[in-house]
């Protein structure tokens, strides 16, 4: 047991450690060969995936393509770093484009984990779940194209992969003047439910709920007191009336008997109780046994 448990804090730690070593220049793998599956979905062997692609259907309200745009979005733990109780991160969390634009996103992933840039609320009938989405595995650079549609309107950006947005991996593009912003994201808007890293106030801090007084168990103490001094009384009553009776029951039964049958009738009387005795013994055994 202690074996295993020492396994598993040790793997642990290994994979963390894998996890966020550092990753270098020259660990950045390009997908560039991936295979086309078709409606803006590519994906390669290595764990590079691209939803969404769209490099030439106009969405609504654009009669034209407005211009070329790129940008670079970077991924990693150290990226989480300026912001507290956060884990991942981009290296941007929000950015602003013009309606209409073409733009091309160059992900890279500095982590060792699994990353991925998810944009939501697209038209759905360009993009399938109203998402365009890049995804890598490890340290990697993926590139994708979308064409962003004509409304003033702020899209959720966000990495997927269970807990990463809720750990930092949150952000937003605005096209446009942008529209209602989304709560949580690193250095742009502020949390939902906020977090207190700093020192307790007062004001803020719920206050730990009273110890019990000894007072309020005193009425549960008194009441098995109470309770043993009941069953105390009743046995010395019993045992006051009960012995004389028990001593003269005896006394009728063995009245006018010579002292031999006496002692038989005890004999008996403990032979039989030794029977009893030796049968709960063994009972007890063959129980203990079974166990
Ligand atoms: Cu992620």
Redesign the pocket.
């Known amino acids: 047991m202690l074996k295993h448990s020492f396994l598993i804090v040790f793997s642990a730690l290994l994979t963390a450690s894998t996890a966020f070593a550092e990753v270098k220049t020259q660990d950045i793998v390009e997908h560039t060969m991936l295979m086309d599956h078709g409606d803006g979905h590519l994906m390669d062997m290595e764990g590079g995936m691209i939803m969404g692609q769209n490099k030439d259907k106009l969405p609504p309200g654009c009669s034209k393509i407005s211009g070329d745009a790129e940008i670079t979005v970077r991924?990693g733990h150290k990226y989480s770093k300026d912001f507290p109780g956060t884990m991942?991160g981009f290296d941007q969390h929000e950015w602003r484009i013009k309606p209409c634009t073409r733009l091309t996103v160059h992900f890279i992933n500095e982590?060792r984990?699994?990353?991925?840039w998810m944009m939501h609320g697209l038209p759905k009938f360009i993009y399938d779940k109203g998402m365009f989405h890049l995804e890598v595995t490890g340290p990697a650079k993926i590139s994708g194209t979308l064409i962003l549609p004509a409304e003033d309107r702020t899209y959720l950006v966000h990495?997927?992969?269970a807990q990463?947005m809720e750990k930092g991996?949150k952000g937003q593009l605005i096209v446009g003047k942008g529209g209602p912003p989304f709560p949580s994201i690193p250095g742009v808007t502020g949390l939902a439910i906020p977090d207190n890293y700093g020192p307790a106030q007062p004001s803020t801090v719920t206050a730990a709920p009273a110890a019990p007084q000894p007072s309020s168990k005193l009425p549960a103490v008194t009441e098995t007191r109470r309770s043993s001094s009941g069953i105390f009384v009743l046995g010395v009553v019993l045992g006051l009336f009960g012995t004389p009776l028990a001593i003269s029951s005896y006394r009728q039964r063995f009245q006018g008997k010579s002292a031999r049958e006496v002692l038989s009738y005890a004999t008996a009387i403990a032979k039989h109780a030794f029977d009893r005795l030796l049968g709960a013994l063994a009972m007890l055994l063959n129980n203990v046994g079974k166990k």
């Open positions: 991924a991942f982590d984990v699994r990353h991925q990495c997927d992969i990463h991996m």
